[in-house]
């Protein structure tokens, strides 16, 4: 499916998707309660099929977070770019790493580097910072490390 | 120190079963992890129960670095994650600041890139045939790798400068143009690779002994290879087709003639043979451009201070290990926004677990052998 294929088809099946086409390729916010049922449906449509999560990562944008889901379709090679903006002081969304298992890995990261809550994770804890770092979170924009950071 | 670990804490783990459960470290420091990378290991008997990787030995959390330099500093960071493959990830950073910047690359500058990605893919492969081999217990294919390895990073190290970061690729182009002797060492190269390749298969993949240490290993179905985000001969081992130089082709891959590599075995022999297929198709790809460099420029004229346009771009390249993306978020000033380098080597450790469980503690080297990880590539 193209782009066009692709608006057409969502907008059947959510009832109303804000689609941002600036980007390469179709972007759609969604509310983070709506994760989950957004996610299952794109997996599981079987016209849709978004089974490679190739890229989840999390951007501060100091007022908010936003999660960022970069999904592509190995049968049909297309691709789709999923967005949630989250409470920056309390920010908490399903996870979906029961649906992508690469997603287990990529929350993990999310969750020490940006402070991100994964519902239902399975293992949610710290896997690259050291122990004792959890509250502190290192990719945000106004963490501050007086000892070890370097700026040019 | 791992007595306090979480993974003791876990109903059913912690507490010894009538054999009685132990807990193995593997690392960080261990000769085959290649680096230090740290696997905490639950058995039962010989039987694994659970791999849990512990990362960050040599975390340098590349991507905020990245925050704080210009579209012209940050790619030569990159060549730090993988430094096997450093010119494929500074390819697919420059790739990412082109299109935002939407500069054209001047013909000779692409097959000059297309080239050296190649000569790093190659050279990662032996370094990795080498090592992987020496992994399983055949000390002998190490060194003849590494004689082969030596031939390409002397090519590298007289057009780049140096011999593992090259740090070669900028934003329109390449740097400097090649050395006057790059093509006919190149072709020396070719004659000499053409037939030790034969005499790597000879001497380790028809090797009864090797074929019993990795055949049926690690098996790793096609749905889950996807479901993991598994890319490179991780993932084309399994039957997935993840090629990105055939599915997205960027330069002039779309002009060149070679195959993808797709096995269905699914096991770590399956992803050897994924590698080696690979080395002669990389080495006909190479001696299909070094006699047709076309002249011209080597550098698309750029202004001196990048800013790239407000908005999101993403670039991907297949590197050695499989797909590496480059996301970048801009807000049109000097520096990027935000940067996610999204590294093969990762997602491709995620599937570790799923492999190894069940099977014997000593196949867990051999998995990890033919996955081919490279730990500041996941660690970043």
Known sequence: MNKEELKIKLTE???TPAFDETGEWLTVNIAPDNLLSVAEILRNKVELNFDYLFCQTCVDWKTHLTMVYHLESTTYRHQLVVKAQLDRNKPEIETVSHIWRT???NEREAYEMFGVNFLNHPDLRLLIL????????????DFEDPVNMIRL | MYRETEILKQPGVGEPDVFGDMIINIGPQHPSTHGVLHLVITLNGE?????????????RSIEKMCESLSFRQFIYVTSKMDYLSSHINNHGCCLCVEKG??????PRAQVIRVLMDELTRLASHQLWWGAGAMDIGALTPFFHAFREREMINDIMEETCGTRLTMNYMVPGGVMVDVHPNFQRRVK??????KTKIDEYDELLTGNVIFQNRVKGVGYLSKADAISYGCTGPTARGSGVSCDIRKLYPYEVYNKLQFDEVVETGGDCFARYLVRMKEMRQSLSIVEQLVDNIPEGDVQAKTKAVLKLPKGEYYSRVETARGEFGVYIVSEGGTTPYRIKFRSPGYCNLSALDHMARGGKIGD???????IDLVIPDIDR
């Open chain 1, 13 to 15: 099946l959510f009832p």
């Open chain 1, 103 to 105: 997603a287990e890995f």
């Open chain 1, 130 to 141: 050291p122990d004792g770092w959890e509250g502190r979170n290192p990719m945000r924009k």
């Open chain 2, 47 to 59: 039987t694994i129960k659970k791999v849990e990787p512990h990362l960050g030995y040599i975390h």
């Open chain 2, 101 to 106: 910047m939407q500069i054209e690359v001047p």
């Open chain 2, 188 to 193: 020396e190269f070719i004659t000499h690779f």
């Open chain 2, 364 to 370: 867990l080297v051999a998995i990890m052998a033919m």
